[in-house]
């Protein structure tokens, strides 16, 4: 269940996670629906500087080490191919900041799972397309992150949650819940359905 009214320690988090400086404040951040996330600020000499901290949902990610390998590696291989193209801007990927023990999550006393981000500053997310102009380019980011992700070599990523991208599957779920029409909506979007 998704839900920031658990209270956490998030200073407690950050010093897992080694995060220099002193820590400002933290709150819950954004409109997620699988995992808990967190803004935090630190005051790192003269400057403010912001990381994300998220507590990730083991109901939906069984396996943490492994969706963290993923992220690890991925995270990994599309900075090294943005810098080998001279893109040197921090935002252009996400920075994963590993834990004090070396793994790219922790696990705090009540056995929850987390993993830190360096804040990117100024972006901006989009829970619903308001224009074609951002719809083209969200396609857009998705090819370019695909087209860096294709030569990363073996193995294969770790399948985290079984059959979510078996395309064939998902459609013959979508057939039987359109034949299924359990709410009784299925007439009134026959256009989108077809």
Known sequence: MHSHSQRYDLCEIGQAFGLPGRYLEGAPYGSGHINDTFAVAYQQGADRVRYLHQRINEQVFKNVPALMSNIERVTRHVRARLEAEGVRDARAALTLIPARDGRAWHRDAGGKYWRTYVFIEGART??????PRQ???AARAFGRFQ???ADLPPPRLHETIPDFHHTPRRFVAFEAAVAADV???AAACRAEID
């Open 147 to 149: 087209c860096l992700l």
């Open 135 to 137: 719809a083209y380019e």
């Open 183 to 185: 709410k009784g909506r």
């Open 126 to 131: 989009y829970d619903v397309i308001e224009t």
